[in-house]
């Protein structure tokens, strides 16, 4: 990491934490209960002559402790820069929480309405500087890597760790509350909704930051140089509605232009990756889980994709790294795995989308795939409705947004091999792809 890069992303984390804390403080404010990070510093600062912030870095030191017994001696050694880096964060932090605290200190909603409110708009405020902390991509605060150090160190889930941790600090905060005033203050229903909120917030606002990932890393080594270094072949990617052959035409390009062919196929070198079974991936590769609002909820979402601990994102990130692999050996054609994102910064990339109308699509479900007729409709839908989802919540984009592709086919009306007729004429002469 280059020096100016490294200034700019510890530029987005120090405004990541002031807004972080900016929503932790709107969140108060609205004295329907604080988030539960801050449940004890809050309740805290209610009962002595200290603040929240000061609080709140008392908090994180106790929390880096737990972290060093957890990691052991081995473990502290290779973990110490992380160690380190939490302390002036958590002293920042603390700061932070401070002044914006002073900044509303006139707030004082009075109405249910404009305090639920605030309680949702200081979700959304803290969940965007969750979301430029992870944009910087330098250091994690204590809370979430606790989480996820516990997760790592006892094996279990992180969803699982992370609600116990935060049901403990909640009850440890009423127990505080009930022993220092007598009655529960600084808790209510809004800490509920801070943890149920978060999650999904940060989701929906993460992928508006690409801009400054992008400004972050301008002027340095692009993320995948070492892959890229001289990369001219063609590379395929091929996006299609379930029933337009995205499969056929794909194996029919690759086979009349020389190239190597991924669909299926990645499944495999997907498992290895990752160590998932096959099965695994075959089930859940192009789409998300079932229980998508519950995920969100649990997720890791203090840590950058590539770090996190949820299997849904492991799956994806080691997709990715096995397509830019791939892309990198050689001229091949690429079927689905949002291969267009992953791949849009390469040189010399075709991207393409094949869509039909319904008739067509279900005819060659049925007459291909063997579905009954009666039920081609439905699976189209539910195949075609999973992919979109998927391809929005990795990518940020629209799947079928004509401006995301270089060509985009009707192949209802015109048909596999016309398609590939064009397709081929464009890319030209056939190429071999390198020995590996």
Avoid at 102 to 110: D, F, K, N, V
Avoid at 190 to 210: K, M, N, Q
Wanted: proline letters at 4%; glycine letters at 8%; charged letters at 20%.
């Amino acid at each position: 990491m280059v020096k100016k890069e490294l200034i700019r992303r510890y530029s987005v984390f120090a405004v990541a934490l002031f807004v972080s804390a900016l929503g932790v403080s709107l969140v108060t404010k609205s004295y329907l209960g604080t988030s539960p990070i801050s449940s004890i510093p809050y309740v805290m600062s209610l009962n002595t002559p200290l603040t929240m912030g000061t609080y709140i870095f008392i908090l994180n030191m106790f929390l880096i402790a737990a972290q060093m017994l957890m990691l052991g001696r081995r473990g502290i050694v290779e973990k110490r820069i992380d160690l380190l880096m939490q302390i002036p964060v958590s002293v920042l932090f603390g700061l932070f929480i401070d002044l914006t605290m002073a900044m509303l200190g006139s707030y004082e909603p009075s109405l249910y309405g404009l305090k639920l409110l605030s309680l949702v708009v200081g979700c959304a405020v803290l969940a965007l500087g969750v979301s430029l902390e992870v944009v910087a991509d330098v250091t994690m605060v204590s809370g979430e890597y606790t989480v996820q150090i516990a997760s790592k160190r006892f094996k279990i889930q992180f969803g699982t760790v992370k609600i116990a941790f935060d049901v403990t600090l909640v009850v440890v905060a009423v127990a505080l509350s009930f022993i220092l005033s007598g009655r529960i203050e600084g808790l209510r229903e809004g800490t509920v909704i801070v943890a149920l909120l978060t999650g999904p917030f940060v989701r929906l606002i993460s992928p508006w930051l690409d801009f400054l990932r992008r400004w972050e890393v301008a002027g340095s080594a692009a993320p995948d140089e070492t892959l890229r270094a001289g990369v001219s072949h063609t590379v395929i990617t091929i996006s299609r509605e379930y029933g337009s052959g995205g499969h056929m035409i794909g194996e029919q390009l690759a086979k009349a232009l020389g190239y190597k062919f991924y669909d299926s196929e990645l499944i495999t070198l997907v498992a290895k990756e990752a160590g998932f079974t096959e099965n695994f991936v075959r089930r859940n590769e192009q789409s998300l889980p079932g229980n998508m609002l519950l995920q969100m909820i649990m997720q890791d979402y203090g840590a950058p994709l590539e770090k996190s601990l949820s299997p849904a994102d492991a799956l994806f990130v080691a997709q990715s790294r096995v397509i830019r692999r791939i892309a990198a050996e050689g001229p091949c054609v690429i079927v689905g795995r949002c291969a267009d994102y992953i791949l849009k910064d390469y040189p010399d990339v075709l991207k393409i989308f094949l869509h039909a109308d319904m008739s067509s699509k279900s005819r060659r479900v049925t007459e291909q795939y063997g579905i009954s007729p009666e039920k081609a409709l439905p699976e189209i839908e539910r195949i075609n409705r999973s992919r979109e989802e998927h391809y929005r919540h990795y990518t940020g984009n629209h799947w079928g947004d004509i401006r995301n592709y270089n060509l985009t086919f009707d192949t209802g009306r015109f048909g596999v091999e016309r398609v590939c007729a064009v397709v081929q004429s464009l890319v030209g002469q056939p190429q071999k792809p390198k020995a590996v």
